[in-house]
C-alpha cells in the first residue's frame, strides 16, 4: 500500500501560481501512474491532469490545459502540480492519486486546499 500526502495548497489571488506536491511512502511512486484530481464545493470530483509511470504520457483537463503543468520525481518519490494563471474557479480541494500499473489499486491522498481569490 502507498501513502500519499498533498501539500502545498493555499490562498492566492487570481493571476498566481501554487506548485503542489504529492509525497509518498511505503512503495516505490515507479510502479503507479499518477494523477492530480479537484473537488470544488456542492461538485463532484474532477479529473485534473495524469502523468505515468516514466512521465512519457501526460494528460490535462481543458479547463487547465496550458496553465498547469504535471511532474514527477520518482528519486524523491514525489509527483507536482505547477499552477499558473490560476482563476477563482480553480478553487477546489485538490487531490493526489496513484493507480499500480498492473494491479490497478489506486490511493488517494487526504487533499489540500486551493482558494482563488477574484
Known amino acids: 500500500q502507498v501513502q500519499l500526502v498533498e501539500s502545498g495548497g493555499g490562498l492566492v489571488q487570481a493571476g498566481g501560481s501554487l506548485r503542489l506536491s504529492c509525497a509518498a511512502s511505503?512503495?516505490?511512486?515507479?510502479?503507479?501512474?499518477m494523477g492530480w484530481f479537484r473537488q470544488a464545493p456542492g461538485k463532484e470530483r474532477e479529473f485534473v491532469a495524469t502523468?505515468?509511470?516514466?512521465?512519457?504520457?501526460?494528460y490535462y483537463s481543458e479547463s487547465v490545459k496550458g496553465r498547469f503543468t504535471i511532474s514527477r520525481d520518482n528519486a524523491l518519490n514525489t509527483v507536482y502540480l505547477q499552477m499558473n494563471s490560476l482563476k477563482p474557479e480553480d478553487t477546489a480541494v485538490f487531490y493526489c492519486?496513484?493507480?499500480?500499473?498492473?494491479?490497478?489499486?489506486?490511493?488517494w491522498g487526504q487533499g489540500t486546499q486551493v482558494t482563488v481569490s477574484s
Open positions: 511505503g512503495r516505490a511512486l515507479s510502479n503507479y501512474g
Open positions: 502523468i505515468s509511470r516514466n512521465a512519457g504520457s501526460i
Open positions: 492519486n496513484a493507480r499500480h500499473f498492473y494491479s490497478s489499486n489506486s490511493y
